[in-house]
């Protein structure tokens, strides 16, 4: 079955700490990946997107991410967390052909001063 | 417009009403999904339109949750006889199927149903 899987369901990190965020999924086709940030009461924002090439891709607000493909793995990095990046991520998996995305449960990120 | 545009952003109704929520998807999008987003469930995808092609129905839960898409742009999810586990985000996303920004889809902000 396809899925996506991010085993963290809360994670607290101090200010200025790195931050990584797991993600692995089940997936049939090539996988095309993505992170999105939900902030409270808002919409989906996306992060960083893999469709292929280098597995390591780079995002907005200084996040990256790394495909494994051995591992299936897909984590979200980012090497020094600000306040303002308290929010939900969720990783999501889709296909070339656009269908819907299948997404994880998400992983809330509170930051701690 | 810039962004997707879903309404109305939060909607209270009484169990066993109908409920009509629009998104308007990003001009030029050719692809539209809808995504329930319920405390504890994550994501749950309903309902997508590609072009012109038959809309992917398979993830509405019940016959009491319907779709349309009039001239490939505003799209309308209806839900009848509303029940309390309706109770939800209701999430919009468009995506355009050529191009640089293929398969990436962008959010609205959602509707916020509650049903009493």
């Known amino acids: 079955a396809q899925s996506v899987t991010q085993p963290d369901i809360h994670i607290t990190v101090s200010e200025g700490a790195s931050l990584e965020l797991r993600c692995n999924y089940s997936y049939g086709a090539t996988p095309y990946l993505f992170w999105y940030v939900q902030s409270p009461g808002q919409g989906l924002q996306l992060l960083l997107k893999?469709?292929?090439?280098?597995?390591l891709v780079q995002g907005i607000k200084g996040f990256e991410a790394e495909f494994k493909r051995s591992q299936s793995s897909f984590n979200l990095r980012k090497p020094s967390v600000h306040w303002s990046d308290a929010a939900e991520y969720f990783c999501?998996?889709?296909?070339?052909?656009?269908?819907?995305?299948?997404f994880g449960k998400g992983t809330t990120l509170s930051v701690s001063s | 417009g810039a962004g997707v545009s879903q309404s109305p952003s939060n909607k209270v109704t009484e169990k066993g009403k109908d409920v009509e929520l629009r998104c308007d998807p990003i001009?030029?999008?050719?692809?539209l999904y809808w995504y329930r987003q319920s405390l504890g469930q994550g994501l749950e995808f309903l309902i997508y339109?590609?072009?012109?092609?038959?809309?992917?129905k398979s993830g509405l839960p019940s016959d009491r949750f319907s779709a349309e898409r009039t001239g490939g742009s505003v799209s309308t999810l209806t839900i009848q006889r509303t029940q309390q586990e309706d109770s939800a985000v209701y999430l919009c996303?468009?995506?355009?199927?050529?191009?640089?920004?293929?398969?990436?889809?962008?959010f609205g902000a959602g509707t916020r149903l509650s049903v009493l």
């Open positions: 001009s030029g999008h050719t692809a």
């Open positions: 893999y469709f292929s090439g280098d597995t």
């Open positions: 339109f590609q072009g012109n092609s038959a809309p992917d």
């Open positions: 996303a468009s995506s355009l199927l050529s191009g640089r920004a293929k398969n990436i889809q962008y």
């Open positions: 999501a998996v889709g296909d070339q052909a656009g269908t819907a995305l299948i």
